[in-house]
């Protein structure tokens, strides 16, 4: 594999990697702007990637959001500060004057999972617990995408048809009830307006009751998703990530609620392999296999 200059937007950060090999040779990263205006974007982004173009023959991009034809589509707009309907794959070429493809992050994600694995043509999802809910899935050894780059987008399925509305719009969606974003504001009501999904994982760690409930919540969610995956596409196996699906004691919890479906239903699931890196990672390899 080529050195590559890949770049991965997420909803608090932008970072930004020369891959070589498979391996992360230098990084660096910025705050996502917290702005819909296009233009603080466009600057966050010629300061991170203007110092790294040089070292590298192509670019590839991870986002959060829904990426068709290059442009990225925030379906909970709220992850990004508001910003949609971004030409991004248009302003990166502009900035590095190299060839540019841009995939979602959770599907990069996924796709460096896979290779991870000892035996391949396993069907697989990545689930990522964050400020929201992702995933991206890989059936008889290819990433699913989707003509319109939504493939994998499980967290804005439903989970509740009660719940609370969405960043998207729809109410009850997975990621309304799982995410750390979502734990951080029902953990409000009990711990105060300033309150945050760390905060509630501290009191959960104490054996606080209510944060317990809490987590418990939206790792029931979590592993009805991974029910309806199983049953949808007859995945072999979950690989969860991010900052809430690796808090301690937060896989235990959603393989404990799996264990409670009919065996039909269950699969196994197992904590990701790699890390913060993943979808810098995934879309370097993903792109050398698609030039």
């Known amino acids: 594999m080529k050195s590559c200059l890949t770049v991965d937007i997420g ?9 070589e090999s498979g391996k992360v040779i230098r990084r660096q990263q910025t705050p996502t702007p917290s702005s819909s205006n296009p233009k603080d974007m466009d600057k966050a982004l010629e300061r991170l990637l203007t110092p790294l173009i040089s ?11 829904i990426i068709k034809d290059g442009i990225l589509t925030a379906l909970n707009p709220l992850n990004l500060g508001g910003l949609n309907n971004y030409p991004l ?22 796709w460096a999972e896979y290779q991870t694995l000892e035996l391949n043509r396993v069907n697989m999802a990545f689930i990522t617990v964050s400020t929201g ?8 050894n290819d990433l699913l995408i989707g003509t319109n780059g939504i493939a994998g987008h499980a967290g804005h399925t439903l989970a509740d048809p009660n719940g609370p509305i969405c960043g ?10 799982a995410s750390g974003t979502a734990i951080g504001q029902a953990g409000k009501a009990f711990f ?9 994982f501290k009191y959960f760690s104490q054996n606080d009751p209510n944060a317990i ?78 030039n």
């Open 89 to 110: 794959r248009k302003v990166i070429e502009n900035i590095t004057k190299k060839p540019t493809v841009a995939i979602n992050d959770a599907q990069a994600a996924a």
């Open 11 to 19: 909803g608090t950060k932008i970072a930004a990697a020369i891959i």
């Open 133 to 140: 809910v992702g995933a991206g899935v890989v059936i008889n």
């Open 213 to 290: 409930d809490i987590v418990n919540r939206s790792a029931r969610a979590i592993a009805h998703l991974i029910a309806d995956l199983k049953m949808v596409l007859d995945i072999e196996l979950v690989t969860l990530g991010g900052s809430v699906g690796l808090a301690p004691y937060y896989l235990e919890r959603v393989q404990h609620y799996l264990a409670q479906q009919p065996s039909p239903y269950q699969t196994k699931v197992q904590h990701a392999r790699c890390g913060a890196d993943a979808g810098l990672i995934g879309v370097a390899h993903w792109a050398s296999t698609t």
């Open 192 to 200: 105060g307006d300033d309150c945050t999904g760390e905060i509630v």
């Open 55 to 65: 070292e590298v023959s192509t670019v590839a991009v991870a986002s959060t959001g």
């Open 168 to 177: 998207c719009g729809r109410r009850g969606c997975v990621e309304s009830i």
